[in-house]
T-cell receptor
Framework: SQQGEEDPQALSIQEGENATMNCSYK?????LQWYRQNSGRGLVHLIL?????REKHSGRLRVTLDTSKKSSSLLITASRAADTASYFC?????????????FGEGTQLTVNP | DTEVTQTPKHLVMGMTNKKSLKCEQH?????MYWYKQKAKKPPELMFV???????INESVPSRFSPECPNSSLLNLHLHALQPEDSALYLC??????????????FGPGTRLLVL
């Protein structure tokens, strides 16, 4: 199955700065989801954006989706040390509809206090 | 209750052992999933159960045997594993498994080491 690619693979910023992570995919999608994973723990769902939506907000999170470029970005504003984690995008690909989420390789975010 | 629980948290087993991983949710979800995750890699889907029936098996070796005794419980039986099977095993659930993939709720995982 195809996987999304995330960029950058690793990101290190200072507390208070904004963090932007990007995700690209290859096929048409029903929706795209972002998950967060603290080291060695389970994934936590952050936000879901449908293919007919272009932008979505949740607290300090802003997600954009450009279906023409097959890409999405996750912006975390005013970052905190507690935001340190791995962030994964996951796509619900239309061609494999009804089957599975396809996870990207992930971005490791480190927020330095 | 919006929690998925997994037991045990850690498991060390020899290649000849038989062990089981357990997963439980009480959110009324009718879809449950097993994922395998190696270090610094994304989760890889292993199995999907929908309404207690096996819906997807991603060509997983038979040494992994899933079981869904009821809508709240999901087990993964392990037998004759290999050292390369060492990984974090994640359970997840969602309202249903259908034409569109919904939000999945993950457990904390079981860290498995096969010696």
């Amino acid at each position: 199955s195809q996987q999304g690619e995330e960029d950058p693979q690793a990101l290190s910023i200072q507390e208070g700065e904004n963090a932007t992570m990007n995700c690209s995919y290859k096929t048409s999608i029903n929706n795209l989801q972002w998950y967060r994973q603290n080291s060695g723990r389970g994934l936590v769902h952050l936000i879901l954006i449908r293919s007919n939506e272009r932008e979505k907000h949740s607290g300090r999170l802003r997600v954009t989706l450009d279906t023409s470029k097959k890409s999405s970005s996750l912006l975390i504003t005013a970052s905190r040390a507690a935001d340190t984690a791995s962030y994964f995008c996951a796509t619900d690909e239309r061609e494999t509809s009804g089957s599975r989420l396809t996870f990207g390789e992930g971005t490791q975010l480190t927020v330095n206090p | 209750d919006t929690e998925v629980t997994q037991t045990p948290k850690h498991l060390v087993m020899g290649m000849t052992n038989k062990k089981s991983l357990k997963c439980e949710q009480h959110m009324g979800h009718r879809a449950m999933y097993w994922y395998k995750q190696k270090a610094k890699k994304p989760p890889e889907l292993m199995f999907v159960y929908s309404y207690e029936k096996l819906s997807i098996n991603e060509s997983v070796p038979s040494r992994f045997s899933p079981e869904c005794p009821n809508s709240s419980l999901l087990n993964l039986h392990l037998h004759a594993l290999q050292p390369e099977d060492s990984a974090l095993y994640l359970c997840a659930s969602s309202h249903r498994h259908g034409r569109t993939q919904e939000t999945q709720y993950f457990g904390p995982g079981t860290r498995l080491l096969v010696l």
